[in-house]
């Protein structure tokens, strides 16, 4: 009986540790062959590319100041949304969850329709001599359209979390509701806003089907790094691997921190 | 003095009570839990808002249905030790006790000392740099009775006040906030299981039945009318075990 119990132990071993190792050989194998694909001497060779450089620093930019934004409007909603009752606040929420379903080249198109020289409010804008689309500004629109779900949603689950009695301790010692949130209840969920932001921050720097649509695909101009490597892919394999290993390098690090971030929560 | 006479539907019952606590006197409420103690201090110290009726503190209207008045809990100067203790767990002792003096906007020479004082009243001076959250749960109770004393408040509203400490602990505590609450003279109002806290602490006791204080008076007015809660409560069959 004995024998009996461990074998069937090993078994259950064995199959876990089988499907575990498919799963990251599904995984872990094409990255890995993008690495070996070029030598150490040709992926630094090619970071001296114009073309890898440009959308390198396109990229960063664009991100950042997309998830600077998606915070200072992001955060507030999150807030409301987490702790007010009002009519509605499903469907807000649900919309606000509507960019994570639909495909990025919908979204760019949506974008296009509304913001380019005929769309809705771009043909306004254009009246005045503003236009939109296939600009940088667009590229920082198609990413926060995209990107600021994942930011929402951690926000407000972080929200959510929080137990309110801080908010009334904070109140019945005659803090007001602004001071509450910035030296009470902000540096509570630091931690969850922060793990949100990097995750928008990821996916504003990996987003390629909107921005290609609503603001194309210029070197220097709108030409990311995502779109770099599509457009690198035509001639210069080793920039567009180049360009694929950074991407990769980036989400790594950003799913380290995240993870790092999300066990820094403290309560008392 | 505060005066109240409140009535606000909870889920489950009305909680809907009348009574008024004197300058430096201790109303301790006892009651089943649930019974809408907790409830009631989150009413008075407008966490909570009243359906309708009054609260008023030394002849300033806190609350007033009739006239639409409900001044904001951050308002109110109540001295407020919640179950839980609620500090900030980012802080450390210090600025937990600072807090409300800082929202008050009181010269930084003045916090120090009157933190210090406070530090000092719950011997909590050692603690002073540490963080919220690397604190035991008795330290925590004192420094949650620290903060909510640091504020000078016009009323003190204590949940469980001295439940963390160990035994010695307790009776010092309850010697020194029933000394705070008569000589700073503000009305103070304590919830308790414990026969102890409301045998020492309380110069009268109330006792809470599904919302309303079905019974107040002395502990021995109490005492003399018991019903079955109160059997238990005074024999011990709860947190202090046998008093008799």
Known sequence: MLVNYKGKRMVRRLGGGLVISLLLAFIVIPILALFFRISPAQFIASLSDPMV??????????????????????????????????????????????????????AGLALLMTFGRTGLIGGFLYGFGIS????????IMAQIFVSVPFYVRQARASFEQLDQVYEQAARSLGSTAAPTFFTVILPLVKSGLIAGAIMSFARALGEFGATIMFAGNFQGRTQTMPLAIYTAMQGDIDASITLSIILILISFIVIALVKFQLRRDVRC | ??????????????????????????????????????????????????????????????????????????ERDIGFVFQNYALFPHMTVFENVAFGLRRRKVPPAEIRSRVDENLALLSLQNLSSVRADRLSGGQRQRVALARALAIDPALLLLDEPVSALDALAQDRMRSELGSFVRKSRIPCIAVTHSFRDAASLGDRIGLMEEGRIIR??????????????????????????CHQ
Request: aromatic share 8%; with cysteine; charged share 15%.
């Open chain 1, 53 to 106: 450089w440009d959308a390198l620093v396109l990229s960063l930019v664009t991100a950042s100041i997309s998830t600077v934004i998606i915070i200072l409007i992001g955060t507030p909603v999150a807030w409301i949304n987490a702790r007010y009752q009002y009519p509605g606040r499903e469907i807000v929420d649900t919309l606000i969850d509507l960019p994570l379903v639909i495909p990025p080249a919908v």
């Open chain 1, 132 to 139: 939109i689309a296939f600009t940088t500004l667009a590229v």
């Open chain 2, 1 to 74: 003095m505060l005066n109240v006479s409140v009535r606000r539907d909870l889920r489950d019952f009305s909680l809907q009570t009348d009574f008024s606590v004197g300058k430096g006197e201790t109303l301790v409420l006892i009651g089943e839990n649930g019974a809408g103690k907790s409830s009631l201090l989150f009413l008075l110290s407008g966490l909570l808002s009243p359906d309708s009726g009054h609260i008023s503190l030394d002849g300033q209207l806190l609350y007033d249905s009739r006239t639409r008045v409900n001044m904001p809990s951050e």
């Open chain 2, 216 to 241: 107040s008076g002395t502990l021995s007015e109490i005492m003399a009318g018991r019903n079955d809660f109160l059997n238990r409560f005074f024999c011990g069959c709860r947190q202090d075990h």
